[in-house]
Nanobody, 127 residues
């Protein structure tokens, strides 16, 4: 059974930084692309960032480009999201996600590409 567990969320002030983590268990990690999504109150869940299986390719939503950095440690089976210069509009529940197959051809910024999701971690940014 594949399990994804996020951690690292919290309450911070505008301009602060946070690093989210997502640990994966129940299968191998290295060959699977991974994604981060977020859902703000009253809004649809949206794409934040993705990273390829070996980390050679990444992509970001325009709203976080230049402030957020996605990374992975395949030996530790852990995905990270470093979030800098946080703003109130970044307030959301953040989810990590993984596709069912290491050979998934789905678009990395689409939720339908991902079959496995964590429970989410709350990030709240005060102004």
């Amino acid at each position: 059974q594949v399990q994804l567990v996020e951690s690292g969320g919290g309450l911070v002030q505008a301009g602060d930084s946070l690093r989210l983590s997502c640990t994966v268990s129940g299968r191998s990690f290295e060959y699977y692309a991974m994604g981060w999504f977020r859902q703000a109150p009253g809004r649809e869940r949206e794409f934040v960032a993705f990273i390829s299986g070996r980390g050679e390719s990444t992509g970001y939503a325009d709203s976080v480009k230049g402030r957020f950095n996605i990374a992975r440690d395949n030996a530790e089976k852990t995905l990270y999201l470093q979030m800098n210069d946080l703003q109130p509009e970044d307030t959301a529940v953040y989810y990590c996600a993984s596709p069912e197959s290491a050979f998934s051809s789905g678009a990395p910024d689409m939720q339908d590409t991902y079959a496995h999701w964590g429970q989410g971690t709350q990030v709240t940014v005060s102004s």
